[in-house]
């Protein structure tokens, strides 16, 4: 149990466009979802948290309105990257609060998305 | 300073050694401790999970937390190769909400 995919897994686009990322927990209903951003070598970094129904929380330095995020429902969560540029570039991750196997709790992590912008 | 320190390393070892990995932290209101698994270019996975102080032993895994010290370690006994991935720790101070990641040390266990 306890599984969260991300679609796509990889995306390449042009500088001004926007992508958007989306987050599924397949097995569980994830009443809250975060989406970290992680560069070569670098630790995660948690971007937002998002709950279902209501507006994220952004971290500070992180910019609600280039990195939208919504959470419809309780198991799909979305990321758009709004006007892309190449320092935009990374690897994103999503991951659900919920409940894994043996019962216990956890935040359960999407495969990623490479996003490269040219 | 940051909340939690990692060392990136790399780490090598050979087939059948044990792994120490270790994270120091600052934040006294952690209670919450994890290690993740992270394979190249994959999402991490959780490995275990402890909360407060103590030992928890999970097959070839054992995490070990010491809030007086504000350390935390991960044991891995008769290492594979295919435990060649880069280990983060994460912390959190109320469950599995807003965790805190170390940088992770990448591990390498040569055949």
């Known amino acids: 149990g306890a599984v969260v995919s991300q679609h796509p897994s990889r995306v390449i686009c042009k500088s001004g466009t926007s992508v958007k990322i989306e987050c599924r927990s397949l097995d569980f209903q994830a009443t809250t979802m975060f989406w970290y951003r992680q560069f070569p070598k670098q630790s995660l970094m948690l971007m937002a948290t998002?709950?279902?129904?209501?507006?994220?929380?952004?971290e500070q330095g992180v910019e609600k309105d280039k990195f939208l995020i919504n959470h419809a429902s309780l198991t799909l969560s979305t990321l758009t990257v709004t006007s892309a540029h190449p320092e935009d570039s990374s690897f994103y991750i999503c991951?659900?609060?919920?409940?894994?196997?043996?019962?216990?709790?956890?935040?359960?992590f999407g495969p990623g998305t490479r996003l490269t912008v040219l | 300073q940051k909340e939690v320190e990692q060392d990136p390393g790399p780490l090598s070892v050979p087939e059948g050694a044990i792994v120490s990995l270790n994270c120091t932290y600052s934040n006294s209101a952690f209670q919450y401790f994890m290690w993740y698994r992270q394979y190249s270019r994959k999402g991490p996975e959780l490995l275990m999970y402890?909360?407060?102080?103590g030992n928890k032993e999970d097959g070839r895994f054992t995490a070990q937390v010491d809030k007086s010290s504000k350390y935390i370690s991960l044991f891995i006994r008769d290492s594979q190769p295919s435990d060649s991935a880069t280990y983060l720790c994460?912390?959190?101070?109320?469950?599995?909400?807003?965790?805190?990641f170390g940088t992770g040390t990448r591990l390498l266990v040569s055949p």
């Open positions: 998002s709950n279902e129904g209501s507006k994220a929380t952004y």
């Open positions: 402890t909360y407060s102080s």
């Open positions: 994460a912390m959190s101070p109320t469950g599995f909400q807003k965790l805190v």
């Open positions: 991951s659900a609060g919920g409940q894994g196997g043996q019962g216990h709790n956890g935040q359960f």
